[in-house]
């Protein structure tokens, strides 16, 4: 079908068939940068989350030491009552 009548269509099949190659490698590149993109972000999104629960486990730590210390206090506290009261 390279001609319409009179007339010859292949310089517009010619330029229809580039259009279109030129919009799939379009896609294809749009595509890679967004995999690129989601990728980048998700591994910064896992950076923050690693940093946040080495904060949270660290802060946990110090709560448990500050609560057995506390608690080492205590039982010291009722010794020395015990010992007061006999």
């Avoid at 919009?23 to 590149?29: H, K, L, Q, T």
């Avoid at 989601?38 to 609560?67: C, F, G, N, P, Y």
């Avoid at 205590?74 to 006999?86: A, C, F, P, S, Y």
Wanted: proline content about 0%; hydrophobic content about 35%.
């Amino acid at each position: 079908m390279k001609s319409f009548q009179k007339f010859d269509v292949s310089k517009v099949e010619e330029s229809l068939n580039t259009l279109f190659a030129k919009v799939r490698a379009y896609d294809e590149a749009r595509s890679l940068s967004s995999e690129k993109l989601s990728r980048s972000i998700h591994e910064q999104q896992l950076k923050e989350a690693k940093a946040h629960l080495q904060d949270v486990q660290a802060k946990a730590s110090e709560e448990t030491s500050e609560i057995q210390s506390g608690t080492d206090e205590l039982e010291h506290i009722e010794e020395d009552i015990v010992v007061l009261k006999g």
